[in-house]
T-cell receptor, first 114, second 112 residues
Framework: KQEVTQIPAALSVPEGENLVLNCSFT??????LQWFRQDPGKGLTSLLL?????REQTSGRLNASLDKSSGRSTLYIAASQPGDSATYLC?????????????FGKGTLLTVNP | SQTIHQWPATLVQPVGSPLSLECTVE??????LYWYRQAAGRGLQLLFY??????ISSEVPQNLSASRPQDRQFILSSKKLLLSDSGFYLC???????????FGPGTRLTVL
């Protein structure tokens, strides 16, 4: 059974700092991995999708990497801003017949202080 | 562009009452549709998945059911709510199996 862990559970940084959020998963037979952002009381916003054959994806100040063999992904946020404050969720999609299903971590609550 | 709507945004219901949450998607056809629940202190849990009208897969045995009466409409229901049904319910869509999922704004359900 796939399990996804996100460390740290919470992170507080000053504005302008570069930071890394970590995601690990137990079953390396994944189809792809998706990073989301969730603001309090809101739905999820998709940030990046990395296919299993890719090593990284970039969107603006965000860069996500994937090391499938070691079961790890990182989300790098450059030059953090107060508007980046939110919960960041990692979700993996297994290969095979269950590739419709996302397994989520519990998220990292990021606070960027002005 | 595609948009996903959910209503109501919030709902407070007594134990034993019925439930109907609605999700609609605009700007796409034949989407894959999903219902998730996010409970306090727990990760998102997939409840139901649908690849087409009338085609529903249940992921977790529970007090809830889902229906898809139209291509872009997905409904979550219960005949009798339990306290444990409280949570944040999220609808999502994707073009195909395994592709990027996009989420709606969610419905906050409180069962008293």
């Amino acid at each position: 059974k796939q399990e996804v862990t996100q460390i740290p559970a919470a992170l507080s940084v000053p504005e302008g700092e570069n930071l890394v959020l970590n995601c690990s998963f137990t079953d390396s037979a994944i189809y792809n991995l998706q990073w989301f952002r969730q603001d309090p009381g809101k739905g999820l916003t998709s940030l990046l999708l990395i296919q299993s054959s890719q090593r990284e994806q970039t969107s603006g100040r965000l860069n996500a990497s994937l090391d499938k063999s070691s079961g790890r992904s990182t989300l790098y946020i450059a030059a953090s801003q107060p508007g980046d404050s939110a919960t960041y969720l990692c979700a993996v999609r297994n290969s095979g017949g269950s590739n419709y299903k996302l397994t989520f971590g519990k998220g990292t609550l990021l606070t960027v202080n002005p | 562009s595609q948009t996903i709507h959910q209503w109501p945004a919030t709902l407070v219901q007594p134990v034993g009452s019925p439930l109907s949450l609605e999700c609609t998607v605009e700007g796409t056809s034949n989407p894959n549709l999903y219902w998730y629940r996010q409970a306090a202190g727990r990760g998102l849990q997939l409840l139901f998945y649908s690849v087409g009208i009338g085609q529903i897969s249940s992921e977790v045995p529970q007090n809830l059911s889902a229906s898809r009466p139209q291509d872009r409409q997905f409904i979550l229901s219960s005949k009798k709510l339990l306290l444990s049904d409280s949570g944040f319910y999220l609808c999502a869509w994707s073009e195909n199996r395994g592709t990027e999922q996009f989420f709606g704004p969610g419905t906050r359900l409180t069962v008293l």
